[in-house]
Every structure is written in structure tokens, then in C-alpha cells.
């Protein structure tokens, strides 16, 4: 199945996780030790992910923001299929990717990649970079015989290596380097979709502009779909069509990208971009977001901005604010606009 520019590539619709009882040791052990004193343990679910809807449209990029621990991370892996939701739908081109035949899910597999945040931990350490770069697409038959040094080739020049360097382990590269190795196994399977899970956060910056350039020239070259998860602005800024603002596992405002930094609705947008440093702003005191993030084990009930919110009225804690439309694309989930 194909799709033409504008059309839907991703779809998520009500999309929550939530990690239960048993996701890790410690609360395992917890509830060991309440049992063995009689007492009823404690119900401990992460809510990762809360009820989100989002399109995607064939072209675009997307840019995901929000602070650490926001869920981020998560949604990026569900929408790339490497973790299912607890609730609602991940939709491929249109159809529930969990209603695929076999042959079909394997097809949209392939066609959604993954580029992972950590390039120090992402590669296979055992591994020569023609292994991390060719297994995949030699596995599914990608690959005409005899082509897999060519074949390698190609997808490293692509991504800004020289392909000289196949013979190589992932400790003989930097990180730059070794970033531009995920992109290449990413681009080896010929995707349509990429999910940049904080592509260039480990970076320095001049290497993040080289990185950053090379994903825009992919994009044009491949006519490829962007998912840009990052917690830097200025990035997802000169990278995004449109933007979306994760706060707690929900999406708290979406907009087009200038929308955003033009006419913030959300105070917790608001609050995020008062921080972006800017050289006319060289000499303000930046003061960040009020207060911490609130667990995830138990969010605030209502709006789960409240407790740092500056306008938070009694309203905020009781009721979930709905996301609606304030202006032309443009949503927000505040009682403000009530």
C-alpha cells in the first residue's frame, strides 16, 4: 500500500501504556514483603502514556516535546512497534497494525525505524559496522547475492561515512560516527518512517548540525516521515513541521511549528520556551519550570500540570482539560480557553 504527500502515515488513537505490578525488582520485592505481613500491597502502575491521539502525515516531521520522564521515549517505541499499548490503536497507512497478516506486519516493520538516543549503546559492540549495517536487510532479502560489500557501501555513503571504515568495531568511532551508523542500519531496510528518539541529544553541538543537516537531506532525497522526539526546542524548531507538547504522558498543545513558538497557548509551553536561550535575551536570569515533575506511579488527578501551574484555579485539579481547538490547527488542553 502506498500513500500519496498529506495522507495519514501514522495514526495513534487513544493510545495509553502502563507498565504494571511486576516492572521491576524492587516493587516485586515490595509486595513480597507486604504479603508476608498480612497487608494488601500496593497497586504500583507507571503510567507511562495517557490516552494520546496523533496523525502523522506522509512527509512531515513531527516534533515531540516535553521534559524527561514525560513518556516521550515510550510513545516514540510504540509508534515504531517496539512495544504494543496497553489501550488504543497504532494505525499504519491506515489499517490497526495488530489486524496485519504476518507478511504484512513484517512489511510495516520494515518501513518503521528506529534511531535510538544512546550511539555509544545502541550498536552491537560485537559486531563489525558491515554486520549493525547489512544483517537486517540481508535477512529479509534485500540483498542480491553476492552485493552485500556494495550494498553496505552505499548506505554508509549515504549517511556521511566512508565506507572504508566497514571493517571497524564500534569502539573505534565517535560519537558522531557511531550515530551515523544507526542512521545507516536504519536507512538499510529502505523505511518510509523514522523515529529519532533524541538523535543528537549525546552530541556536540557541531557535530549536531551535521547530523541535524543529514536528516533534512534524507528527507529530501528519500521523501521520508519524520517522528523527532527531543526536549530541545531550538532543535525541534528548525527541524518541525508541526510540534506536539507531552507533559505526563499526555499531549498538552499541538501546532503547526511557528504556531508554537509564535503564540504558545499551553502554560506549560509557555513555560518551556520563556527558557529557550536567545542572544537578545543573553543577560535574563532563567528560572525553569516551578517545582518537579510529578511521578508517573501517581500523577495528579485533573489537569497533571496543576501543582507547577502560575494559573491553576480549583477547577484545574478536578477536571482533565480536553484538548481543543483554539485557532486553525492549533490545540490546547486548558481550562483557560474555557
Known sequence: MTTTPGTPAIELKGVSKRFGKNFDIAARLARRASAAFGKSPKDLTVRAVDNVDMTIRKGEVVGLVGESGCGKSTLG?????????????????????????????????????????????????????????????????????????????AQLRRAGLDPAYKRRYPHQFSGGQRQRIGIARALAVQPEFLVCDEAVAALDVSIQAQILNLFM?????????????????????????????????????????????????????QALLAEVPRIE???????????????????????????????????????????????????????LNG
Open 77 to 153: 517505541r510504540m509508534v515504531a512497534g517496539i512495544i504494543q499499548p496497553s489501550e488504543g490503536q497504532v494505525l499504519w497507512q491506515g489499517r490497526d497494525i495488530t489486524t496485519h497478516s504476518t507478511q504484512e506486519a513484517r512489511v510495516a516493520q520494515l518501513k518503521i525505524q528506529m534511531i535510538f538516543q544512546n550511539p555509544y549503546a545502541s550498536l552491537n559492540p560485537r559486531l563489525r559496522v558491515a554486520e549493525i549495517v547489512g544483517e537486517a536487510p540481508r535477512v529479509h532479502g534485500m540483498i542480491p547475492r553476492g552485493e552485500f560489500d556494495s550494498y553496505v557501501d
Open 217 to 269: 537531506d534524507l528527507r529530501a532525497e528519500l521523501d521520508l516521515t519524520y517522528l523527532f522526539i527531543s526536549h530541545d526546542l531550538g532543535v525541534v524548531e528548525h527541524l518541525s513541521d508541526r510540534v506536539f507538547i507531552m507533559y505526563l504522558g499526555r499531549i498538552v498543545e499541538q501546532a503547526p511549528a511557528e504556531e508554537i513558538f509564535a503564540r504558545a497557548n499551553h502554560p506549560y509551553t
Open 281 to 335: 535575551t543573553r543577560k535574563k536570569q532563567f528560572a525553569g519550570v516551578k517545582g518537579e515533575i510529578p511521578s508517573p506511579l501517581d500523577p495528579p488527578s485533573g489537569c497533571h500540570f496543576h501543582p507547577r501551574c502560575p494559573h491553576a484555579m480549583a477547577r484545574c485539579s478536578i477536571e482533565v482539560p480536553a484538548l481543543r481547538e483554539i485557532a486553525p490547527g492549533h490545540r490546547s488542553a486548558c481550562h
